[in-house]
């Protein structure tokens, strides 16, 4: 099975400067991306596929080695994927006679993720295994950033990704092959209701209050 796992990142004031600047130009590329498809077939009738714009991401890294150019190409490419599961969304809700919503450009403080598809791919889960006391993530064009792993995670990483909340960094680990843990069983069956006076009133009538916390 397939879980994921969040762990709070310490960044240095120039490692999160660096991180949001990666943010900031895989949000330019998505939509610069967007803005392709949409000129495309406005004005020449042309669909834009994935695929099509993956290949041209050598170019643009290229041309601008400074900027595009020092980030993980695999995490660009996870950038136009996001994209293109939008468009999919977007013409899947269509056929379906739903509000179809189309993919908007997204602004500043609205693009808050990157991925990157692979551990080992422009990124590496642990990185410093030598540290006795801390756990490290590296990120290409960022470099060994301290992870507070307050826990141990099981399986195998396969996707890292990179998010912002408020002044915050984390970084979320896709684990696959992780075995499940079943509970053994009880032979007791409960009924729950959720309510209003109670939060959860039990069948053989136990009442659970609701939590006052404030």
Same mark, same amino acid.
């Given at each position: 099975m397939r879980r994921s796992y969040t762990f709070l990142l310490r960044p #240095? *004031?120039?490692?999160?400067? #660096?991180? $949001?600047?990666? +943010?900031?130009?895989?949000?330019? +590329?998505?939509n610069a991306a967007l803005e392709h498809r949409?000129?495309?077939y406005r004005k020449a009738g042309v669909s834009i596929r994935y695929g099509d714009q993956s290949g041209e991401l050598k170019y643009i890294r290229a041309d601008d080695p400074a900027g595009q150019g020092r980030w993980s190409?695999?995490?660009?490419? $996870? #950038?136009? !994927?996001?994209?293109?599961? $939008? /468009?999919? @969304? /977007? %013409?899947?809700?269509?056929?379906a006679g739903q509000?179809?919503? %189309?993919?908007?450009?997204?602004?500043? *403080?609205? %693009?808050d993720t990157v991925e990157w598809p692979k551990d080992g791919d422009g990124c590496r889960w642990d990185s410093q295994p030598e540290h006795p006391t801390a756990t490290f993530? !590296? +990120?290409? *064009?960022?470099?060994?950033?301290?992870?507070?792993?307050?826990?141990?995670?099981?399986?195998?990483?396969k996707t890292i990704s990179i998010k912002r909340e408020g002044s915050r960094w984390y970084v979320v680990l896709s684990c696959d092959d992780v075995? @499940?843990?079943?509970?053994?069983?009880t032979g007791v069956v409960v009924g729950l209701d959720m309510g209003v006076a109670s939060l959860v009133t039990t069948s053989d009538g136990k009442h659970l209050a609701n939590p006052r916390h404030l």
């Open positions: #240095t *004031g120039k490692q999160a400067a #660096t991180l $949001a600047q990666c +943010l900031e130009d895989h949000r330019v +590329l998505y949409r000129t495309a190409f695999s995490s660009q490419q $996870a #950038t136009l !994927r996001r994209l293109d599961k $939008a /468009f999919a @969304a /977007f %013409f899947r809700r269509v056929k509000k179809p919503g %189309f993919p908007r450009f997204k602004g500043r *403080g609205w %693009f993530v !590296r +990120l290409q *064009g960022v470099g060994h950033v301290r992870v507070h792993q307050h826990r141990s995670i099981r399986g195998r990483v075995p @499940a843990h079943t509970l053994p069983g």
